[in-house]
């Protein structure tokens, strides 16, 4: 896949991969900014974020009346355990 981008700023660093198979690209500053509540900020070229590209696969949420039984059987609901008081309702 190729994605296209334009250089907005001269002097403005292309998203790169530090090595080959990273899953992000780097993003880096154009300008320098320093963050007012804490007085720390970052110089021209520092790393700032990164660009991560992914397929979204398309799904369809289907109502069961039943499922098949999972390893994580009747522990819980997520990983928090959490399960609705009495009288709570979920919304949907």
Known sequence: MK???????D??????RAYEHDAGFGLTAVWRRL???NGHGYDVGA???QLVIFDLP???MVQAH?????ERGKN???SSDFILADGD???G
């Open 58 to 60: 398309a799904v369809e």
């Open 11 to 16: 002097g403005a660093c292309p998203p790169t």
């Open 35 to 37: 963050v007012p509540t």
């Open 89 to 91: 309702e979920c919304t």
């Open 66 to 70: 039943t499922l098949a039984e999972s």
């Open 47 to 49: 790393r700032i974020g």
């Open 76 to 78: 819980g609901y997520g």
């Open 3 to 9: 994605i296209k981008y334009k250089k907005m700023i």
